[in-house]
């Protein structure tokens, strides 16, 4: 059955939509007037749940102003000419503060241009619709349908790569969004293109995964808490599941269709499309729970209005394989940026925020695919640094910035880059080679 314009399943998309900003505008409301008695804990409910950016941390334990300034103080004494040579300050093991960090870097790579994020936000979008229209149109034409199947594959694949690779950079977009870095001005905006961009265009409910990806961030390289990245010690593989064997002994045949197990069946972090389920929600209260849920039915709507009006066959054709192709490219990018030889995990006696941020990885994919992919590749140490303060079009200027004065104070040994432009060899062989496993060796536990 086809649907045409004003069909129900459109009807009810719209409807979701204006159920979720109507819900983001009023909790919105909600925090700017909780000037009252209890104000506190609405604030603090709204972190919690998700519906406002929580402040980013430091490793350090925080103190009354009198006794940072004491501090301060005494440093000076005690460091002098030392101190005086140096553009960040570090910690007993010789990290450095993320405050120092953030003090050394040009303070326009912490500017939020509105105007800016929904350029790019525009740009992404044709580059979706675009690619995707063409697509659809081959596969409806005479000429497509008078072709041997074989002929028809070869003839949609160069178009199926280009929609899911814009379809790539469109999620980056949504990335930005689920950061509170598309507008700090209006925060509802965050919500409407972090919406579009991932429930509609990218088929990834939005308010979920925000929710787990935030989780990442704060426990990133943590080898228990840490969200997207599950981790098993290589000497324990013995000891797995007998399902967690299976899927290791599998591991080869998997790399396409990984983030659609993470999405629908919640492994390893909860559920994404039914937000009831797995430990992402165990904190959550009913009401965050049922946002989420907004956000996987506008997913659900988009793709079964797409599945009616287009067939089971052309649907398959022109949105599952872009798809797909999109998924690879995420789960690729996220995979190698938290992978390497050398890189260390942590457990909650040796963890630390800034530690494990510096075990994260930038990787050079090449100038035009860096640029295309909105940096999220080689500015990927910097964005969990300051994951809500720098956005996407700062992050390059942002890691040169810290990178030359790494390099002044003979602090490379830090920073981890890598060139990978062989990007599609590397993943297949990491994943082979490792696939969830850290080295006992690389565990940090005191």
Known sequence: MKYINGSPSQSMLFCLLVAVLSTEVADSFTVRTSTTKGSGRKVALKVATGMISPPILDETI????????????????????????????????????????????????????TKKSLFYFALDTIAVLGSIGALYAVVTSSVYHSMAVWQQALTVAPFQLLAGFAMWCQWCIGHDAGHSLISKKYKWLNVLVGEVSHSIFCLTPFIPWQLSHRKHHKHHNHVERDYSHQWFVREQKDDLEWWMKASHATRNFQLPILYFVYLFFGIPDGGHVIPFYGRLWEDYNLKTKCRGFLSSCVSIATAGSLWAWMGTSNFTVVCMVPWLVMSFWLFMVTYLQHHSEDGKLYTD?????????FETVDRSYGKWTNRFSH?????????????????????????????????????????????TKSYTKEIVKQFNDNWFFANEEQIIRK
């Not at 010789?94 to 405050?99: A, C, N, R």
């Not at 390099?407 to 830090?414: A, P, S, V, Y």
């Open 62 to 113: 925080q103190t009354s102003k009198s006794h940072k300034k004491l501090r301060r103080k005494n440093e000076d004494n005690d460091n002098n000419s030392k101190n005086d040579s140096l553009l960040l300050s570090y910690d007993k093991e010789g990290y450095p503060k993320l405050g120092s960090i953030m003090k050394v870097l040009p303070k326009e790579c912490f500017q939020v241009s």
């Open 375 to 419: 940096h999220m590749m080689d500015g990927h140490v910097m964005h969990h640094l300051f994951f809500e303060k720098v956005p996407h079009y700062q992050l390059e200027r942002a890691t040169k910035s810290l990178t030359e004065t790494l390099q002044k104070e003979g602090r490379m040994d830090l920073y981890k880059s890598i060139e």
């Open 349 to 357: 006696k040796t963890y630390t925020f800034v530690k494990g941020a």
